[in-house]
């Protein structure tokens, strides 16, 4: 492994392989920092090549079926995390040997996937044994998420890794203890073991993920798919079982949108629920809409099992200013309910499985005798544009000082930033930004939903997993498209190619009212699952 130091650019030099003294800065660290990432995957646990056949898309049986894990391992891997939480606590399962599991598994998902950005097995196995140890003398456990096992999205701090954020700049320039993350130091408190880190696209802006550092992430039910962003990485290893229970982030979509494309459960925050202290942004500063933190797991237990101890631990009270003092409360949600669902906004209209998905929901609430509407929005565009004026007012200038410091590239999909500081766009200006900060506000009292813009209301919403692309059901209809954001959609779509690839379905609520929205997730998810066990499934 090459020397890790805390200084400037120029320092890094010493850090990349011999031989590539040709290659321009940034590949070099990039070339380095994968080639650490392998030595932290013990030979034991990795897969024979041509185990997996290149063409072999779906791959979430792998894990079960290599031969690494063992059997007891393959049962840890499978339970969700509250269960483990409770078989860890009853001394039925001890810290380290679900940690231990959970290492492995992840190990094999970076090697089908490529989800993993910083791995620290060895020391998460130290915890865990401590943990173990500890609990073993007390009887008392650490806290609501004892021994559990818990992967957290690159950005955020953990002392002795990068938070890269998919620059090169930002590589060899480990956290130390003091700059850890709000959340990574909540998560210990309440006896989370912390074992990985995972990939993420460029600065955090991109709804796929990739970057020039670890490359890209694939989706597991379908490896020529994507598995989302900015939290794609965390997507990935949370639907291979690599993990029981994981933290992202989401500015404009970027826990949703890879929950979803994964089939996962997950919960997007209004700004000041849980802390964001210590992360790691590639766009700081930017306050116009705000970052948020949230849990992403396999069921709606596991992700209020973690809201639910992060508020307990009363962020408002320790280093976070931006924490609001709001105490988890406990609610009941009444037995009926009524849901509006929006099937077209008029501008893009979702594509069949997507549609599916959302009608075979509103099918599942009314057999469980709730109430179902649909309403329209006057004015959808109006609000994407908004959503563009409020981000753009950092972004193009962040990231491009942060891609000179080695130099890297821009990458795909950013032409439009990269015009920006070459000139042949209008930045935006202070009172351009009031503006529009103005605007969103103004519009607050008006628009109540919108699947991709909650960012800007600062409304919280969730995910809820409903099935798969179909090749029968799911059929490209004719249909002609109305403008040219949807032809761009639609001429890619077919259903061939995104067989396997899991479809979900987003609840919204209002602002700060994340307690309530569980609460009709629950009820969602539950009249989903009764619905599907009457069909047979």
């Not at 073991?193 to 694939?218: Q, R």
């Amino acid at each position: 492994m090459g020397d890790v130091t805390n200084g400037s650019t120029s320092d890094r030099k010493s850090a990349v392989p011999e031989g590539t003294k040709d290659l321009p800065l940034y590949e070099r660290i990039a070339l380095e920092k994968r080639a650490n990432r392998e030595r932290s995957i013990p030979e034991e646990w990795r897969l024979p090549k041509g185990h997996v056949p290149e063409d072999q898309l779906n791959v979430t049986d792998v894990p079960m079926h290599c031969g690494i894990l063992t059997e007891k391992e393959c049962e840890i891997t499978e339970l969700a995390a509250a269960e483990l939480v409770e078989r860890i606590q009853s001394r039925e399962l001890s810290s380290y040997e679900v940690t231990l599991a959970f290492c492995k598994r992840a190990a094999i998902a970076q090697q089908l996937v490529n989800c993993l950005s910083e791995i620290f097995f060895e020391k998460a196995l130290q915890t865990a044994a401590a943990l173990d140890a500890e609990y073993a003398v007390s009887g008392i456990a650490a806290g609501p998420l004892h021994g559990l096992p818990v992967s957290l999205k690159d950005c955020f701090q953990v002392e002795g890794t990068d938070a890269s954020i998919g620059f090169t700049a930002f590589s060899n320039e480990p956290a130390l203890e003091h700059e850890e993350s709000e959340i990574t130091k909540i998560m210990r408190q309440n006896g989370a073991v912390l074992f990985c880190k995972t990939n993420v696209p460029l600065g955090l802006m991109a709804g796929e993920t990739y970057n020039a550092i670890y490359g890209y992430t694939s989706n597991p039910y379908n490896r020529s798919l994507s598995s989302g962003g900015s939290s794609g990485g965390e997507s990935a290893l949370l639907a291979l079982k690599g993990a029981p229970l994981g933290v992202g982030t989401d500015v404009g979509g970027s826990i949703r949108i890879p929950a979803s494309f994964c089939g996962l459960y997950s919960l997007k925050p209004s700004f000041g629920r849980f802390p964001t202290f210590g992360l790691r942004d590639g766009l700081n500063g930017q306050e116009a809409v705000r970052n948020t933190v949230g849990p992403m797991a396999r069921s709606v237990r596991d992700i209020q099992l973690w809201s639910k101890t992060v508020i307990k631990s009363e962020p408002w009270m320790t280093s976070d200013p931006d924490c609001l003092p709001i105490p988890w409360r406990e609610l009941r949600i009444p037995d009926k309910l009524c849901f509006g669902i929006w099937l077209d906004d008029g501008i893009v209209k979702p594509l069949p499985p997507v549609t599916r998905a959302v009608l075979k929901t509103k099918a599942a609430l009314e057999a469980a005798g709730h109430s179902v509407i649909e309403f329209q929005v006057d004015d959808p565009l109006y609000l994407d544009t908004l959503k563009f004026d409020l981000y753009r007012s950092a972004t193009a200038e962040a990231l491009d000082k942060n891609l000179a410091k080695t130099p890297e590239p821009w990458p795909r999909g950013c032409e439009m930033l990269q015009a920006m500081v070459q000139g042949n766009t209008k930045a935006s200006t202070v009172y351009y930004l009031w503006n529009a900060q103005a605007k969103r506000t103004e519009y607050s009292f008006t628009y109540d939903n919108y699947t991709s813009l909650w960012n800007v209301l600062d409304y919280c919403a969730t995910t809820v997993p409903v099935s798969y692309v179909s090749l029968h059901e799911d059929a490209t209809p004719s249909y002609e498209s109305r403008n040219d954001s949807e032809r761009c959609v639609w001429k890619n779509y077919s259903p061939g190619t995104f067989a396997e690839a899991p479809v979900a379905v987003q609840l919204v609520g209002r602002r700060l009212n994340e307690e309530y929205l569980l609460g009709v997730t629950q009820k969602c998810d539950e009249a989903l699952k009764m619905s599907m066990s009457y069909r047979g499934y």
